[in-house]
């Protein structure tokens, strides 16, 4: 697996979006974590709840997390707990 982050910031959602951590929505005029980054060869943008950032930052296992991945909506929102 290849990851290269190229943008990251908090930003204010224009329209909804779907939290990559959790699944959720993030909705109009909240801010979020936005990424932009190339993955294996793919162009990715998502959003994500900034207590899913924390949560996803804070993951006890990043070497599983780096080399596993998860599924988008896989989290609880703003927790390490699968759903």
Not at 37 to 64: I, N, R, S
Not at 69 to 80: E, I, K, V, W
């Amino acid at each position: 697996m290849s990851y290269t982050e190229l943008k990251a910031k908090e930003v204010v959602c224009r329209k909804p979006h779907s939290c990559v951590w959790c699944g959720e929505e993030c909705g109009k005029q909240e801010t979020v974590w936005f990424r932009t980054y190339v993955f294996d060869g793919d162009l990715v943008c998502d959003w994500t709840h900034l207590e899913c950032k924390f949560a996803m930052l804070t993951f006890p296992d990043a070497e599983w997390l780096e080399n596993e991945g998860f599924s988008a909506g896989f989290f609880q929102r703003g927790s390490h707990e699968p759903k």
